[in-house]
């Protein structure tokens, strides 16, 4: 409070009473009145500024700084990273996978028709063979038969 309240409280005061003598001991009461108050308003701006100095140290511990916050955006964006980079592993696998059985299943359709052809050709050759045979028995009997007109 500042001096010249004091000073207009005390001809305030000392109006309200009309006829009386102001003495040393209603000043001193005064004084102790208003230092009483003064006392009581100094108590009450402490208590005030220790619940504001609560209320702001708990607003910091809610609240994130704006490192924190840079910090776990970065953590966020590496796990992130992370995590798309494993999608796309797993998803290149993935497709090295089926193209893996679609050379695989190509591979086997390949095999059997090898092995068809195979047995196809190992057939026809049985077949020529039988026929190679059938053709010089053949031939040996004509040999045969014009040895036997030649030597008669």
């Known amino acids: 409070m500042s001096e010249e309240s ?4 005390l001809r305030h005061r000392a109006e309200k009473i009309p006829n009386a003598q102001y003495t ?3 000043f001193q009461l005064e004084i102790l009145s208003e230092l009483a108050e003064m006392r009581d308003f100094a108590e009450s701006l402490e208590q005030n500024w220790r619940d504001e100095l609560k209320v702001i140290k ?3 511990l809610l609240k994130f700084d704006s490192r924190t916050l840079v910090a776990l ?3 966020a964006l590496s796990i992130s990273g992370y995590v798309i980079q494993d ?8 497709a090295d996978i089926e193209a893996t059985k679609a050379r695989v299943v190509r591979l086997e359709q390949i095999a ?7 047995i196809r050709t190992e057939a026809e050759l049985e077949e020529l063979r039988q026929g190679q045979a059938e053709i010089k028995t053949m031939i040996q009997a004509h040999d045969d038969a014009n040895r036997k007109r030649q030597g008669k």
Request: proline letters at 0%; hydrophobic letters at 25%; aromatic letters at 0%.
């Open 6 to 9: 004091v000073l207009n409280r």
């Open 87 to 94: 999608a796309r592993n797993t998803a290149r696998q993935d």
């Open 112 to 118: 059997t028709t090898n092995t068809e052809g195979r």
């Open 73 to 75: 955006g970065a953590v």
């Open 58 to 60: 708990e607003q910091r």
């Open 24 to 26: 040393a001991k209603d």
